[in-house]
């Protein structure tokens, strides 16, 4: 199962919409998307963003926390807490970014490759200007996973 994270602060509703949207579509048989809103003070911004999200189903889940510390670190902290336990790989989405519906289907049988497949929790990230390349983290104890984003 893939565990998309979408962290956002103060977007355009219309453009992270637009992101759900989009992983909606996805190929995968089993997936959710977590969108994580961080300290966006204004509800006009935020609150369109939820209830858009409240009409897709259980597999989609949005979050809005305010005063959180690290920015988008933060975001995507509290997004594993969130993270279902039958999760083997995260994708974090930037909000402005449109992914094809066989994107993470294509990426599934590179990892699943790999022999420790499904353990650890592995994170990748796409490149919005490299839409093909990965960044792939690997955690051993993905529980007391902490990023750091500078």
Known sequence: MVSFHV???NEPPEMVIQTI???TYCTLPAFEI????????DEAVYGPVRDFVATLGPHVKF???ENMKGA????LNYALGKTSSHASLVCIVDCDFLVHPQFAEK???YFEQDPKYGEPLIIYTIQPCLPSM???YS???WSNLSLSLS
């Open 7 to 9: 962290p956002c602060y």
């Open 139 to 141: 955690f051993e104890n």
């Open 107 to 109: 990426h599934v049988k």
């Open 34 to 41: 977590i969108i994580m809103d961080n300290n966006t003070k």
């Open 134 to 136: 990965l960044t792939v």
């Open 21 to 23: 949207t989009v992983l």
């Open 72 to 75: 988008k670190a933060g975001a």
């Open 63 to 65: 979050y809005h926390e």
